[in-house]
Structure formats: C-alpha cells, structure tokens
C-alpha cells in the first residue's frame, strides 16, 4: 500500500477575507434590479462582478483586504464608480449606490468612502502586514512570534506601543 502525502503552504500575505453589501437606486429611490456591479481591488487590479437582485440588492463575498472600488452600470444609467473602500478583515461595509438616468457612456465618480462602521458583525479583526517577522525562502517561510498587548484602545499590531516606566 502506498500512501502519498502533501503537505500545503499557506500563503504568508493571506490576511482574511471581507464582503461588501448594498442596495442600488435610481434617483427616486426606486430600486434598480438587474444593475451589474463591479468590485475591484486596486492594489491588483483583481475584480469580481455580481448583478443586483430584484430589491436592488446585492453581496460581494470574498474579497482580499485592502482598497477596492466599485463600479454600476445598467442600460439606460450613467455609469457610477466609488473610490476609497478599505476593506478589513471580517468586514462588511454597507454601499448604498444611485444611478442616474443618462447615457451608458456617461460615469459619475464619487470618492467617499464607504461606511467603516460594522453593523452586521461582531468580530474584530486587522490585517497583519507582511513584514510582520516573516520571511519567505523558497516555498517555506519562517516567522519569528510576534506579542500582541491589548489595551483599552484597540491597535494594530504594527503601530507604536506608548512605553510606560
């Protein structure tokens, strides 16, 4: 009997994952159904498109963490792109979106960013960066552990700790 055994690295830079949800409206606050949407991670230029559901609603799972921008478009609407979405890990950021009647050529670029306020979830998480003491070499990557301190404000891992004597 012969038996095979595969032993899988992890990617160092996988940090977790967030999802964006929100509803798509015309001017009058009608829903728009059928609106394509468009996610894009602009450190990579990755994208993940979904079409908005009959209440004009829609859910992008999966996502990496980081910046993204979102793109609308449906026949008979102006285009509209959203810069400045910072996804964290385990978030769930709502983006409300308003198409205006016009050509399909025609986009409208907004740059507000979408609401950093978790409402649907409980769970904090943050991002560790890379270069948090790992180093890869070849396809294994030795880390040194790293001390997390909590505190009565929550920090990120890599920013300064005040020192107290």
């Given at each position: 009997?012969?038996?095979?055994i595969t032993?899988?690295?992890?990617d160092?830079?996988a940090?977790?994952?967030?999802?964006i949800?929100g509803?798509?409206?015309?001017?009058s606050?009608?829903?728009v159904p059928g609106a394509?949407?468009?996610?894009?991670?602009?450190?990579?230029?990755?994208?993940?498109?979904?079409?908005s559901?009959?209440?004009?609603?829609f859910i992008?799972t999966n996502?990496?963490?980081?910046?993204?921008?979102?793109?609308?478009?449906?026949e008979?609407?102006?285009?509209?792109?959203?810069?400045g979405?910072?996804?964290?890990?385990?978030?769930d950021?709502?983006?409300?979106?308003?198409?205006?009647?016009?050509?399909?050529?025609?986009?409208?670029?907004?740059?507000?960013?979408?609401?950093?306020?978790?409402?649907?979830?409980?769970a904090?998480?943050?991002?560790?960066?890379e270069?948090?003491?790992?180093?890869?070499?070849?396809?294994?990557?030795?880390?040194r552990?790293?001390?997390?301190?909590?505190?009565?404000a929550l920090?990120?891992?890599?920013?300064a700790?005040?020192?107290s004597?």
């Amino acid at each position: 009997m012969v038996v095979f055994i595969t032993i899988t690295c992890a990617d160092v830079s996988a940090q977790g994952t967030a999802q964006i949800h929100g509803t798509i409206r015309d001017a009058s606050g009608a829903a728009v159904p059928g609106a394509e949407v468009k996610v894009t991670q602009t450190d990579t230029g990755v994208s993940r498109s979904v079409m908005s559901g009959t209440d004009g609603g829609f859910i992008v799972t999966n996502l990496a963490t980081g910046p993204h921008q979102i793109e609308a478009s449906k026949e008979g609407f102006s285009k509209v792109a959203q810069t400045g979405i910072v996804l964290q890990v385990n978030g769930d950021p709502l983006v409300e979106i308003a198409l205006k009647v016009g050509a399909v050529n025609e986009q409208v670029s907004v740059g507000a960013n979408a609401s950093q306020v978790e409402t649907r979830n409980s769970a904090v998480g943050a991002a560790v960066p890379e270069y948090a003491g790992c180093r890869p070499h070849g396809s294994i990557a030795f880390c040194r552990p790293i001390t997390v301190r909590l505190s009565r404000a929550l920090r990120p891992p890599w920013a300064a700790t005040p020192t107290s004597r």
